[in-house]
């Protein structure tokens, strides 16, 4: 079973500044999908970000973006110029890739990190 | 990105009682949804996985005549809290798939029994 570790359960940041969030998993498999979801305090879970495992580049989403290393099962997320918006618990997590049945879609989730944006 | 609508948003029901939390898929046909529940400030926990016309999979440790759930569309889900205790007292959200690869999540549904 895949495993999602976040080691940080708060962080801050001051407006403008940048911040970086850690998460590390644990799998066997060698493709799969991972994400930075945002919940805010309305709860409703958005979607900041995703990798695909095969892709060696990172992804970027304006002022988000990760650092994937593949080989050490980490998967960290850099806020740039932080917005008081930002201001969210945070969830990483991991999906495996198509052909995982009638599970696939299924997310296992770290434990989240709260973000306060201080103005 | 497509929508996902959880009805109701909030509810209050006395110890004993069920109560029914609705899933839909607005514009899209959900082939698979997924249920969670979330404890404040704490993560979401798979409950477990529907697929259209079929049984659900529930993951370990939740109790399948507790929580009944019910895909019986391809745009509609149910979740079923049976003979709800304020233990039952949380945050449910769900979340849907279609043909895409993306699962999208609905508003999610505070359940406080009392």
């Known amino acids: 079973a895949q495993t999602v570790t976040q080691s940080q359960p708060e962080m801050s940041v001051q407006e403008a500044e940048t911040v970086t969030l850690s998460c590390t998993y644990d799998?066997?498999?060698?493709?799969?999908?991972l994400f930075w979801y945002k919940q805010p305090p309305s709860r409703q879970m958005i979607l900041v970000i995703r990798?695909?495992?095969?892709?060696?580049q990172n992804a970027t989403e304006n002022r988000f973006s990760v650092n994937f290393q593949k080989a050490a099962k980490s998967f960290s997320l850099k806020i740039s110029d932080s917005q008081l918006g930002d201001a969210a618990m945070y969830f990483c997590a991991y999906r495996s890739a198509p052909g995982g049945g009638t599970s696939y879609g299924k997310l296992t989730f770290g434990q989240g990190t709260i973000l306060t944006v201080h103005p | 990105g497509a929508v996902v609508s959880q009805h109701p948003s909030w509810v209050i029901c006395k110890s004993g009682t069920s109560v029914k939390i609705e899933c839909r898929s607005l514009?899209?046909?959900?082939?698979?949804m997924f249920w969670y529940r979330q404890f404040p400030k704490q993560s979401l926990m798979l409950m477990a996985t529907s697929n259209e016309g079929s049984k659900a999979t529930y993951e370990q440790g939740v109790e399948k005549d507790k929580f009944l759930i019910n895909h019986a569309s391809l745009t509609l889900s149910t979740l079923t809290v049976t003979s709800a205790h304020p233990e039952d007292s949380s945050f449910y959200i769900c979340s849907a798939r279609g043909g895409h690869a993306e699962a999208f999540f609905g508003q999610g549904t505070r359940l406080t029994v009392v």
């Open positions: 514009d899209f046909q959900a082939t698979t």
């Open positions: 990798q695909e495992a095969y892709k060696q």
């Open positions: 799998t066997s498999e060698s493709d799969y999908y």
